[in-house]
């Protein structure tokens, strides 16, 4: 498709046809549209042609009919905090946000699971489920839809115990290309019934569909939770230890990392006491008090193996918890390293034998090409990020940091590991979904154009159609 | 397609060119053909026209496009063990044969993942890894390929701790209907990276490709293990004894299922010595020497509640082997109730909140029915199986089986669960595939049929296309 084709205008008679099944939740104002235009990321925004904010499946089964009946783009929107340019309406368009369906339709307390619509952010959920003895642990950073989450098969800190949304998944609403609305999966634990399609939509980035509701399995909050911060000389000790804990089986909740360049930018932004610029790891254990204590102690003693300096743990909720938003913090951190610059942020993951051999590769590519670049990552998956502080303006730093990107997927590639651990592909990394996955990459098409002829639905994204 | 269209016949020019392939490993005896014509299963068999012994995924290749070529259908055929009729040739063609691409391609210890030829069973692979330190836990009973388990997303006694073949599975390699050959997936342990192949694979029964080699996750074996047998005064005492211990989160490896009738079964078969023909749990338990002791004493005082005597438990490896493969010739056991019958093995799984109910439910159903059904299950994951004995020559208990095995599923699918936790869809259960998913299965074809527009890959299966 190209833009030409796809851009059919936002004619009255499209809009008003729109306007009569959202009245004037449908905008055309131009804030708005901008508001649309983007996520978090470093790409050149597109705004849409208009913003239908819908309340239900019926309403995006509409509209989506609508748009397909004038080869109008379907863009879906969250809460766009998208790193990789999936909001951004390239084509133009429709943006439907469904950030007002946050209706959490149910919690199942004996099964461990519940159902909500697409809009619910995780921590809307995790505060609807206080009461209940249960959370949802999936904790991408930003207090993202869980409709996006599942869209990009979002992962982040927790992912080491808990998996992604690929393993927390149970089922989905989808709004298909034509309009006609599919459930997929169930509520059992398992099944061998058909085609695996809950996980096809999970990870699709809206180019299969609009997702509208959610099955999330749940988890019991843990009995004992405990945090633990430790220092080590030099990088490749701290991410010796993370190898080493995961090669034991040991089941820790998170481990993460942070290089002496982003622990400094730590230190200062969120003002973090007794610590150094130096690698560090953040770790927390969940259980029963027994084997939470088992667990730090096993961890410890890796730890001082490499050297890792006073294993400090904690299970003061207060202390973890301004950890923790230090640790989500982080981006902020590294932008006030470099006042007026911007922040691009990639990752990549490796099999965690090789995690080591790639973050200090990469340091040393980072240090090579000049630019400041703090690491940081979910190291317990072997998934890293990078946060590059440029000057957007600047062409030729913008032409080296997109140069270090390629390196550094290129490089993750080359040591069996992939080219976005959790970002997912957009627009940024159409060419790295082929450098990693070759032919399997017209598989995807032959799918895309089976379910979506037009190429309606989130186009420009993942595969050039 | 219809039986006439598919069904090219074996001319001599096809079987030459098959034979320039694979030389004498193609095989037209009528023993060989015989053997490949059906599965465990109840259903009519139907020999292919050729069977072919492949040792690599190049033939497998080679072969896939003479059938292309000629419009004949290609079934993979694993071990056999298939028990919803996969590797019946309904429309005749040409069995391919994986049982000699045996190898296993690599071990990585340090990121405890492996790579395997689909025609490895899963007890090959626990010998090969015997001096590792390292086992892979999915065990459905039958010493299946890995190659069928994954096709069939297999999974079995250890799920409720480690998961299916659809958690296990890191990535595979495929020949598609037109020969291409795809690799999907990776070896990092979660990917954003395009859409979820792998997943759409896993659990596609061979009607997408032939899948020739997985990656597969392994585990480090457990410090310890430790089994325990507890038995109840009513069926309902066991069931809820399941749910609430996986409600309370314990990391349980294993809970199966007897009902009063299958336990008396298996004690008469396997000579268990110390154990009353009443409904019963056997649970195992992994972990750290601590962990396991915790495990089974939250699990005893579950037990305690609903009434379970003597909660004995072993750490011994003879006894807890001794049980184990007690339970896997349950089926054998069940078999030896009515000598002469043939036992139909269905399976179905539902939300754990609804498992009392269903089994309840089915075991009043099977009383009325006037038939004799053993009742046998991976309770700790929803799912239960019947063997239901019967005469195969006798038409009116065969229609009675098959009226029972509807009412079941159909009972399955309203309490929210699905018509087979792992037998998969086959040609036994085409019906309840569109029951439980309705409009989605129309997904499946789409997807069915552009990856596979003939309609070689294993036709009659799964789908109606």
Request: net charge negative.
């Amino acid at each position: 498709m190209t833009a030409d084709t796809a851009r059919a205008p936002a004619s009255e008679l499209f809009l008003a046809e729109l306007r009569a099944v959202i009245g004037d939740r449908l905008s055309t104002a131009a804030a708005v549209r901008d508001h649309h235009a983007s996520g978090e990321d470093y790409l050149p925004p597109a705004a849409p042609d208009a913003v239908c904010f819908v309340h239900s499946t019926e309403e995006v089964c509409a509209i989506v009919k609508i748009c397909a009946a004038h080869g109008v783009p379907v863009i879906p929107y969250g809460t766009g905090t998208s790193l990789e340019g999936h909001v951004i309406a390239v084509h133009g368009g429709v943006s439907i946000d469904l950030s007002q369906m946050d209706a959490v339709l149910q919690v199942n307390s004996e099964d461990i699971d519940c159902r909500v619509q697409a809009g619910v952010t995780r921590k809307q959920l995790n505060e609807y489920l206080r009461d209940t003895g249960l959370f949802f642990p999936i904790d991408p950073g930003a207090d993202a839809s869980l409709g996006g989450m599942a869209a990009t098969r979002a992962s982040g800190t927790n992912a080491v115990r808990y998996g992604t949304m690929r393993e927390n998944v149970l089922g989905l609403t989808v709004v298909l290309a034509d309009g006609r609305v599919i459930r997929t999966g169930g509520r059992a634990r398992k099944s061998a019934a058909g085609y695996d399609l809950t996980r096809l939509f999970v990870g699709s980035e809206g180019t299969l569909g609009v997702i509208t509701e959610i099955q999330l399995r749940l988890y019991g909050i843990p009995e004992a939770i405990s945090s633990a911060v430790c220092q080590y000389p030099t990088l490749g000790d701290a991410i010796n230890t993370v190898i080493l804990t995961i090669q034991s089986g040991i089941p820790v909740a998170r481990i993460e990392l942070l290089d002496d360049l982003q622990m400094g930018a730590c230190i200062a932004y969120s003002k973090l006491e007794g610590y150094q610029a130096k690698p560090t790891l953040w770790f927390e254990f969940h259980g029963t008090e027994a084997s939470v204590r088992e667990q730090a102690e096993q961890v410890g003693a890796i730890s001082d193996e490499f050297g890792g300096g006073n294993f400090q743990w904690t299970d003061r909720t207060e202390e973890r918890n301004k950890l923790w938003q230090a640790r989500h913090d982080a981006y902020f951190a590294a932008l006030a390293l470099a006042p007026g610059k911007t922040g691009i942020t990639t990752d990549a993951c490796v099999p965690i034998s090789r995690l080591a051999e790639c973050v200090l590769d990469t340091q040393r590519d980072i240090e090579e090409s000049g630019l400041l670049a703090p690491i940081v990552g979910h190291a317990g998956d072997g998934n890293f990020h990078l946060v590059i502080l440029v000057d957007r303006d600047d062409a030729d730093e913008m032409k080296q940091a997109k140069a270090l990107i390629e390196r550094l997927n290129l490089r993750a590639i080359a040591m069996g590991g992939t080219c976005t651990g959790e970002h997912g592909i957009g627009i940024g990394k159409v060419d790295f979904l082929i450098a990693e996955h070759g032919e399997a990459v017209s598989v995807m098409r032959s799918i895309k154009t089976a379910l979506d002829p037009a190429n309606i639905m989130n186009p420009g994204k993942m595969l050039r159609v």
